[in-house]
């Protein structure tokens, strides 16, 4: 409830949200605090034009070259991985207990799944890049923004991923001691 009557209050050509006499907008550093991931001394922008070079994804993914040239495939303008591929590489490393493999493969699926559901049953290369180099922030605050603005153009829609940390970020600027959080005489409102 708290966050559709915030989200009431976006206002899309300033790109914050605006109350009677104050303006809020969620910051990298905000965010930084609310994840516990530190953004000093990162570039928070990731070029995603170019592929990643190969031998970094082999590593990262546990896969073979010869298996991720035959994988990586086009779509939509971009390259990327097929969910179906990638779920099937987990089940073989779990069955082989190849954990550390599994792992990689399922935290990958996990944030695709989860964070990035950009398009169906495909991993892009946007998620590619964001997974390999760890900058996580911005791309939350980014997406977190477009979730807002997108619900926010259409007068409809769900913000799904992103409600704990947008919630969180609220809370965190409303009073938390005196006479609003405090109801010493357990008093109504109306």
Known sequence: MTIHTLVQFYDPPLRCFTFQHYQLAPTLEEYSYILGVGILGQVPLVSTKDLPK???????????????????????????????????????????GSWSAFNAILSFLIYRIVLFPNMEDFVDLASINIFMTKIHVPTFLVDIYYSIHARNQKKKGTIMFYVPMLYRWFMSHLPNKGPFVDNKGNLKWS
């Open 54 to 96: 190969s031998h970094y994804l082999v590593e990262v993914l546990h896969l073979e070259k010869r298996e991720l040239e035959l994988n990586l495939k086009p779509k939509g303008g971009t390259h990327g991985f097929t969910l179906k591929f990638l779920v099937d590489k987990a089940i073989t490393f779990s069955e082989y």
